[in-house]
């Protein structure tokens, strides 16, 4: 009879139990969990802190008990594996609650601590009875009633992921005035700057403050001090700055960290350690497009890692071939997806790349409650791979960013999307979906068809006064422009060449980009060779400026705003 020990009763660990179970009905499994709750819903739980979720016992998805009924699991909450002794196979456990130390024995040993969050040793003030963490079931219930125990009116959030928006957005919700606090250029670090724009866009329209490019020094009484010296009111702190690998009993161990910091572990998940596996937030993985070492504290890719180390133990042949980290969050009214690499991250590794942004409609046009969706795909320069992609609207963006994160996974390229194959109906999506668009239009970059330049250049261009040709309509133009921008509607534009240059750049933009590629091809036709199409043109300029206009007092170069998510 094997005997298998699991220390964490979260995703993966309960997942380690449960597979081990149903490949040998005759293992012994115990699992041990520090914390009073096994296998609970830890993405669900700023939920809630707005009462979406009502009742916090929904959070927790199984019991010792139906651990013990269901799978013949020992499912041990309230202890805490204290000491492994790998070369006697031994674990001394202690019962937070009493303090009794006892010893158990495995035949293997598997780690899944998960990860604890970052308190930031440049603020000070982190320990006081009014900043809270957001981890488990108990720090959720603590939140949510302390909050109206208290009173509060005033929540800070610090950090920027997705536990802060997670927990800023019901917090909102639930009638707080929320201020989120991030130290970096903007929020969401699993997008670049001209997607996180719109998210930006989409909290503040909803009131919630948001403080970036500034960092928190002191947690004080009912406020918080910047660096800047501005006083942010807070009667509560949520402390959302990230989180890390939980890697103290491994190093105490003398189990091998890798390079990011997480537990280092072979293709297989198992540690330097004989008969010792780890899976989860503290682990290090590959990264599948880099090749590189890479921590991800992500629920699904624990789940697999459990699989795929038990198969292990048990002879199964497993492939891990590494992580692409696909994600996804709703925003109010808003939804965010990404995979793979973000720009940044291509530059960090300098990875010769390109980018483009489509925004076709959600559905045929004609139908109602049609809306943008945008879609952001980044592949590599000369050969096209796919290196990653983000989307963001109204509508299932998830289904365009799974296409791509598949495509990702089989080593796809950007001509592979044009062609491929996908539903259409008009309630579902315009006959060529926005995974194709983004395709065609990557392959044209890459064939060197037409240039474009990115929504991100157009404030430089209107500084050095670049001459931008607006295809709109006049009524469109009439009610918000690039403010240097001259007009010649699409409609008109052939019988006006004598106002287009030769001798100096140009740049072309239409509503999304479609109308002024066309132009722009049409004008590279006729012997033009400085033309330039403004990806996502004004919608994505207004989307993109619009937040630090607002914010930071910025004198804009529209005339006015045009928004159409």
Same mark, same amino acid.
């Given at each position: @009879?094997? &005997?298998?020990?699991?220390?964490?009763?979260?995703?993966? !660990?309960?997942?380690?139990?449960?597979?081990?179970?149903?490949?040998?009905?005759?293992?012994?499994?115990? @699992?041990?969990?520090?914390?009073?709750? #096994?296998? $609970? %819903?830890? =993405?669900?739980?700023?939920?809630?802190?707005?009462?979406?979720?009502?009742?916090?016992?929904?959070?927790?998805? @199984?019991?010792?008990? &139906?651990?013990?009924?269901?799978?013949?699991?020992?499912?041990?909450?309230?202890?805490?594996?204290? /000491?492994?002794?790998?070369?006697?196979? &031994?674990?001394?456990?202690?019962?937070?609650?009493?303090?009794?130390?006892?010893?158990?024995?495995?035949?293997?040993?598997?780690?899944?601590?998960?990860?604890?969050?970052?308190?930031?040793?440049?603020?000070?003030?982190?320990?006081?009875?009014?900043?809270?963490?957001?981890?488990?079931?108990?720090?959720?219930?603590?939140?949510?009633?302390?909050?109206?125990?208290?009173?509060?009116?005033?929540?800070?959030?610090?950090?920027?992921?997705?536990?802060?928006?997670?927990?800023?957005?019901?917090?909102? &919700?639930?009638?707080?005035?929320?201020?989120?606090?991030?130290?970096?250029?903007?929020?969401?670090?699993?997008?670049?700057?001209?997607?996180?724009?719109?998210?930006?866009?989409?909290?503040?329209?909803?009131?919630?403050?948001?403080?970036?490019?500034?960092?928190? #020094?002191?947690?004080?009484?009912?406020?918080?001090?910047?660096?800047? !010296?501005?006083?942010?009111?807070?009667?509560?702190?949520?402390?959302?700055?990230?989180?890390?690998?939980?890697?103290?009993?491994?190093? +105490?161990?003398?189990?091998?960290?890798?390079?990011?910091?997480?537990?280092?572990?072979?293709?297989?998940? +198992?540690?330097?350690?004989?008969?010792?596996?780890?899976?989860?937030?503290?682990?290090?993985?590959?990264?599948?497009?880099?090749?590189?070492?890479?921590?991800?504290?992500?629920?699904?890719?624990?789940?697999?890692?459990?699989?795929?180390?038990?198969?292990?133990?048990?002879?199964? +042949?497993?492939?891990?071939?590494?992580?692409?980290? %696909?994600? =996804?969050?709703?925003?109010?009214?808003?939804?965010?997806?990404?995979?793979?690499?973000?720009?940044?991250? *291509?530059?960090?590794?300098?990875?010769?790349?390109?980018?483009?942004?489509?925004?076709?409609?959600?559905?045929?046009?004609? @139908?109602?409650?049609?809306?943008?969706?945008?879609?952001?795909?980044?592949?590599?320069?000369?050969?096209?791979?796919?290196?990653?992609?983000?989307?963001?609207?109204?509508?299932?963006?998830?289904?365009?960013?799974?296409?791509?994160?598949?495509?990702?996974?089989?080593?796809?390229?950007?001509?592979?999307?044009?062609?491929?194959?996908? *539903?259409?109906?008009?309630? $579902?999506?315009?006959?060529?979906?926005?995974?194709?668009?983004?395709?065609?239009?990557?392959?044209?970059?890459?064939?060197?068809?037409?240039?474009?330049? %990115?929504?991100? +250049?157009?404030?430089?261009? #209107?500084?050095?006064?670049?001459?931008?040709?607006?295809?709109?309509?006049?009524?469109?133009?009439?009610?918000?422009?690039?403010?240097?921008?001259?007009?010649?509607?699409?409609?008109?534009?052939?019988?006006?060449?004598?106002?287009?240059?030769?001798?100096?750049?140009?740049?072309?933009? =239409? #509503?999304?980009?479609?109308?002024?590629?066309?132009?722009?091809?049409?004008?590279?036709?006729?012997?033009?060779?400085?033309?330039?199409?403004?990806?996502?043109? $004004?919608?994505?300029? =207004?989307?993109? /400026?619009? $937040?630090?206009?607002?914010?930071?007092?910025?004198?804009?170069?529209?005339?006015?705003?045009?928004?159409?998510?």
């Amino acid at each position: @009879m094997v &005997k298998i020990v699991i220390i964490g009763g979260s995703a993966g !660990g309960a997942s380690v139990a449960t597979r081990a179970r149903r490949l040998d009905e005759s293992a012994q499994i115990t @699992m041990y969990e520090r914390g009073p709750h #096994v296998s $609970f %819903s830890n =993405c669900a739980l700023p939920y809630h802190l707005s009462e979406t979720i009502a009742n916090p016992n929904r959070l927790v998805l @199984m019991t010792p008990e &139906k651990f013990k009924n269901e799978y013949n699991i020992d499912a041990i909450v309230n202890h805490e594996v204290t /000491e492994i002794s790998a070369q006697d196979k &031994k674990v001394t456990v202690k019962n937070v609650l009493t303090g009794e130390i006892t010893i158990d024995d495995y035949d293997y040993l598997f780690l899944s601590p998960g990860a604890s969050p970052v308190y930031p040793k440049t603020i000070k003030g982190l320990q006081q009875d009014n900043v809270y963490t957001l981890r488990n079931v108990p720090d959720v219930i603590k939140i949510h009633d302390d909050l109206i125990e208290k009173n509060a009116k005033h929540v800070a959030v610090i950090g920027g992921g997705f536990i802060g928006i997670e927990a800023a957005e019901n917090l909102n &919700k639930q009638g707080y005035h929320v201020t989120i606090i991030k130290r970096h250029h903007h929020l969401l670090d699993t997008v670049d700057d001209d997607i996180a724009q719109i998210i930006q866009k989409e909290m503040i329209d909803h009131n919630i403050d948001i403080v970036i490019n500034d960092a928190p #020094v002191e947690v004080m009484d009912k406020r918080v001090l910047l660096a800047s !010296g501005k006083m942010i009111s807070a009667d509560a702190v949520i402390l959302a700055a990230g989180v890390k690998p939980d890697t103290k009993l491994a190093v +105490q161990t003398g189990i091998t960290l890798g390079v990011t910091g997480a537990i280092q572990v072979n293709q297989n998940y +198992q540690t330097n350690l004989p008969n010792i596996y780890a899976v989860g937030d503290a682990i290090e993985l590959k990264h599948a497009i880099t090749q590189k070492p890479y921590n991800l504290s992500l629920a699904y890719p624990a789940q697999m890692q459990a699989r795929g180390a038990v198969d292990r133990i048990y002879g199964r +042949q497993i492939r891990n071939r590494g992580v692409i980290g %696909s994600q =996804c969050i709703p925003i109010f009214d808003l939804n965010v997806a990404s995979t793979g690499l973000t720009e940044k991250q *291509c530059q960090k590794e300098q990875i010769d790349y390109r980018s483009v942004l489509v925004i076709p409609k959600d559905k045929v046009a004609i @139908m109602p409650q049609a809306r943008p969706l945008y879609l952001k795909l980044i592949f590599g320069y000369p050969d096209g791979k796919i290196l990653g992609a983000q989307a963001v609207g109204r509508s299932a963006v998830d289904k365009q960013i799974d296409i791509i994160a598949t495509a990702i996974q089989y080593n796809g390229y950007v001509e592979d999307l044009q062609a491929l194959e996908l *539903c259409y109906q008009p309630e $579902f999506s315009t006959t060529k979906n926005a995974v194709n668009m983004a395709g065609l239009v990557a392959t044209n970059i890459l064939n060197g068809e037409y240039q474009q330049v %990115s929504v991100t +250049q157009v404030r430089d261009l #209107v500084e050095k006064e670049a001459y931008i040709i607006d295809i709109r309509g006049r009524r469109q133009f009439a009610k918000g422009h690039i403010v240097n921008a001259i007009n010649i509607s699409m409609a008109e534009f052939r019988s006006h060449l004598d106002q287009v240059p030769k001798d100096r750049p140009v740049y072309l933009h =239409c #509503v999304t980009g479609k109308d002024s590629y066309n132009i722009t091809r049409a004008l590279v036709n006729l012997g033009y060779t400085n033309v330039y199409n403004i990806s996502g043109s $004004f919608s994505a300029l =207004c989307e993109y /400026e619009y $937040f630090r206009d607002v914010t930071e007092n910025r004198t804009p170069i529209v005339t006015n705003y045009t928004f159409n998510l």
